[in-house]
């Protein structure tokens, strides 16, 4: 089957060519006519399949017909990253070529001025993650009133960051009667939830059994003593395996800064990408390694969802993910668009019940790849110190007389002094003891009982 058997107009088609592409993907081939014959979708599909261009193209050729508005977009695609919705808005520049179509893209970590301009001018495709979208809508910068078309991209990973409930209220102020396309890898029960409920009579595509991973893609689980020799593994493997482009994942924010920092310091070409970093700082880091610049990109989960980078030869999990959807995802940025891939997992023991979850959900045991480190053998035995000899081995002391003169002096010094004989002291009758004063003046008496010191003035005169 080609493009050319799917409907699609003869500008588009050009479009399609002039990128290289002739034969569609089978999840392409299946919902690209649903999507122009203006039905609702659900489609499951695994990652790097061509989930992307499955709406987009058809979108394109809907939207062609039409008139934009200021504020009121006529249609709407949720992302839940900032990546994949610059991917997405990045396609649509790319297929749109040879359309008059304008296109919007509200995101967060940058400045809501030139959003707020374009869509004022009016646009035809708002490319949104729900949370930038929520902000505008509540201070009334955009109404979703004209949106005749919704595609609520990575279902799941919207669940997982917890934007359910802004779906469903971006849902409820979208008209009833509008067309809604919903794609993701894996489908959980709030999904279909919420796809029994916006969803109107839709048709479903499953190109592939959920979670499942990509049969191009080598996968092994590497087995480490422990978590410290996870970063002496990981730079083995990257000097051995015939490492291009890499992509590795870690599970905390400050894995991927140490890791990246480690890796620098060996004399890695490598990039970071995690939450923490600034929009236009994580696109760049992005940019550089699209270009070449580095060939190794340190990332957490948020790069994990929908990424289309080319020639990405290897994915390194640094760390086996807490979720096993997540897995899935992860090495699905490799072997994409038909290509082959190879996918590492460092298991340490900390590790192990996180890997058997994701064997339980792809069905199947990932191969043990074992690590060999040269020159970590086991550890040699240090010495132990002397053992100190005996009490009878010990060589007996010389006598004093044959000392030294310094530890006679020494002996001296530390005898004991002579106790001087203790004098009785004299029991206490009841009153307080005399004042150091009166004791002084009392034993400078001459006969006790009589005064001895000056006489005050006024016991010479008389009362009389």
């Known amino acids: 089957m080609k493009f050319a058997d799917l ?56 939207l062609a017909h039409g008139r934009r508005r200021a504020m009121m977009p006529r249609s709407l695609i949720l992302e839940p990253t900032r990546e994949l919705a610059a991917q997405v808005a990045d396609e649509f520049a790319l297929y749109g070529v040879n359309h008059d179509l304008k296109m919007a893209l509200l995101i967060g970590g940058v400045q809501m001025g030139d959003q707020v301009k374009a869509l004022n001018e009016g646009v035809d495709v708002l490319i949104a993650t729900p949370g930038r979208l929520m902000d505008l809508f509540e201070r009334g910068k955009i109404l ?32 009833a009667n509008r067309q809604t396309l919903l794609f993701s890898a894996t489908m959980p029960p709030p999904i279909k939830k919420l796809a029994d409920k916006f969803l109107s009579n839709p048709k479903y595509i ?14 092994h689980k590497v087995p480490v003593a422990s978590s410290r020799v996870k970063r002496d593994v990981l730079r083995h493997l990257l000097k051995t395996d015939d490492v291009a482009t890499a992509m590795i994942f870690c599970n905390r924010k400050t894995t991927v800064r140490e890791l990246n920092k480690s890796l620098q310091r060996h004399g890695f070409a490598s990039a970071e990408i995690h939450g923490d970093m600034d929009q236009p700082q994580r696109l760049a880091e992005l940019q550089r390694f699209k270009d070449g610049a580095v060939n190794i990109l340190v990332c957490s989960d948020v790069a994990a969802r929908g990424l289309d980078i080319k020639g990405v030869s290897h994915v390194f999990n640094f760390d086996t993910p807490w979720h096993p959807d997540d897995y899935v995802h992860r090495i699905g940025r490799t072997g994409r668009a038909g290509a082959t891939g190879r996918a590492f997992t460092l298991v340490a023991p900390e590790d192990q019940e996180a890997i ?59 005898a004991p002094r002579a106790e001087k004989p203790r004098q009785d002291r004299p029991k206490r009758d009841g009153t307080k003891p005399p004042r150091r004063d009166d004791r002084r003046q009392a034993e400078e008496q001459d006969e006790p009982g009589v005064w001895n010191g000056p006489v005050p003035s006024f016991l010479g005169v008389s009362a009389l």
Request: charged residues 35%.
């Open 7 to 62: 409907g699609l107009s003869d500008e588009l088609l050009s479009a399609v060519a002039a990128k290289g592409y002739d034969a569609p993907t089978p999840i392409q081939a299946q919902a690209i006519p649903s999507v122009l014959m203006m039905k609702d979708l659900i489609a499951i599909a695994q990652t790097g399949t061509g989930k992307t261009a499955s709406f987009v193209l058809p979108m394109i050729d809907v």
């Open 144 to 175: 979703l009133t004209g949106c005749d078309l919704l595609v609520i991209d990575e279902a799941d990973r919207m669940l997982d960051m917890g934007f359910i409930p802004d779906i469903e209220t971006i849902c409820s102020k979208l008209p």
């Open 356 to 414: 058997e979850n994701v064997e339980k959900l792809t069905g199947g045991k990932v191969p043990v790849f074992e690590v060999v480190l040269e020159g970590k053998g086991p550890r040699e035995e240090r010495p132990r110190r002397e053992e100190k000899p005996k009490r009878e081995d010990r060589p007996k002391r010389e006598p004093r007389s044959e000392r030294a003169p310094r530890e006679e002096r020494k002996d001296r010094e530390e």
């Open 206 to 219: 499953e190109v592939a059994r959920p979670a499942t991973t990509n049969t191009n893609i080598a996968q």
